[in-house]
């Protein structure tokens, strides 16, 4: 217990003095020791990497969970099941209960009424569309969200607990240094007082003691000098060293950032298909009734994400070359021309819907065209003596 007492008191001690010389450099009344002009930049970059990496995690969580209800609680039930070393189970989006609310809709109105078989085609598209909303938020949050949280939850940490560390032995060495220049200046004053030797021999006797007195504290602050340039040497260099291990983060990040931009690019380009499917679905259900659509109710055709990023099958990295690949669909068309044909690359399976249309297998190559007046997001396809309507969403077209 006496241990702990003193060794308490001998921290308050350590800690009054350095918020005193940190005081005292904030006022101007003492020195500061400057850190190395490397190591600066180091801090200054790796505290804006921890400040930008704090507001991207938090702005895609956002992004990915828009309400901040749910993304509190979405945090908590995560905390608590890593805790118990448990796997998250995966939550039904909102398009999925939209979905399931419209199917059992249907089974009170009559499935085998008009609007009911339409809100049955519609319920199990929203299904899928949830579906892949659930995809991209598991993918984003494994490739993405973890590794940014693990830095700040674990390296940061790490950089700031010796950041700290260095600026106490920093405060340390200048507390050393201005205890020494007091011990250096006392004893120069001392050795330039009167010189009693022939008139007071008692007081010379004295001058002497106080003389050795002063030098031995000179000697003593040199040496805790030495031991703490020691100490703030060693841990400048362990501190430069992590510093250094941000860049080696920003490449990690950087390849959290092209999965990321995949599994979007993966979404957006599956939501696209299944619109266009149940764009279809509706025109059949309309045309066997008698009846048309209006023009609100078509879906929009927007350009195909597919044709922005490259390949975006999920769990494919995104390639260098997709840079030069056209990045729009009115590029693709006029790079085609009406009697030209070009090949393609399949890049997900695809199950033709009618006879006019061409069933596809991924990574096999096929022969394309298209025709006036045209669907813009179709193209006529060719495997042999085999041909149809291919979705342009489906393919990768080859130079």
């Not at 828009?66 to 805790?83: L, M």
């Not at 674990?154 to 950089?159: L, Q």
Request: hydrophobic share 35%; charged share 25%; aromatic share 6%.
């Amino acid at each position: 217990m006496d241990f702990n007492v003193k060794k308490l008191a001998s921290d308050a001690g350590v800690f009054f003095t350095r918020a005193v010389q940190f005081t005292e450099e904030r006022l101007g009344q003492a020195e500061k020791t400057e850190l190395d002009p490397h190591l600066e930049n180091l801090i200054t970059r790796a505290d804006g990497t921890k400040n930008w990496t704090e507001k991207i995690l938090r702005q895609t969580e956002v992004l990915l969970q828009p309400n901040p209800i749910d993304h509190t609680g979405a945090r908590i039930e995560e905390f608590i099941y890593d805790k118990l070393d448990k796997k998250l189970p995966s939550k039904v989006t909102n398009a999925e209960v939209l979905g399931q609310y419209m199917l059992e809709a249907a089974s009170e109105f009559g499935p085998g009424t008009p609007y009911g078989s339409t809100l049955i085609t519609v319920g199990e598209y929203q299904k899928r569309l949830g579906g892949a909303e659930r995809e991209l938020l598991h993918t984003s949050a494994t490739t993405f969200l973890t590794p940014l949280r693990n830095f700040l939850e674990g390296d940061w940490r790490t950089i700031s607990k010796e950041k700290r560390l260095l600026e106490n032995r920093r405060l340390d060495l200048d507390i050393c240094k201005a205890r020494l220049k007091k011990a250096k200046l006392a004893e120069a004053k001392a050795a330039a007082a009167p010189d009693f030797q022939e008139t007071r021999p008692r007081n010379y006797v004295l001058s002497a003691s106080a003389s050795a007195l002063l030098s031995e504290e000179v000697d003593k602050a040199e040496h805790e000098l030495r031991v703490a340039q020691t100490e703030f040497d060693r841990q400048a260099e362990v501190t430069r060293l992590l510093l250094e291990g941000i860049s080696s983060t920003h490449l990690n990040h950087l390849r959290c950032l092209h999965d990321f931009a995949e599994a979007q690019a993966t979404y957006y380009a599956q939501c696209h298909h299944y619109m266009q499917d149940l764009q279809r679905e509706l025109n059949r259900c309309a045309n066997a009734v008698g009846t048309s659509l209006p023009s609100s109710a078509v879906c929009p055709n927007p350009v195909s994400s597919a044709f922005m990023s490259g390949p975006s099958s999920p769990g494919t990295t995104v390639s260098s070359s997709s840079s030069q690949r056209p990045t729009t669909l009115a590029m693709e068309q006029t790079q085609l021309p009406v009697t030209g044909t070009r090949k393609a690359k399949v890049l997900y399976d695809y199950d033709a819907h009618d006879a006019s249309e061409l069933s596809l297998l991924a990574d096999e190559l096929i022969t394309v065209y298209t025709i006036p007046g045209m669907d813009p997001d179709w193209l006529i396809g060719e495997r042999g003596n085999e041909k149809g309507k291919v979705p342009v969403t489906y393919l990768e077209l080859l130079s």
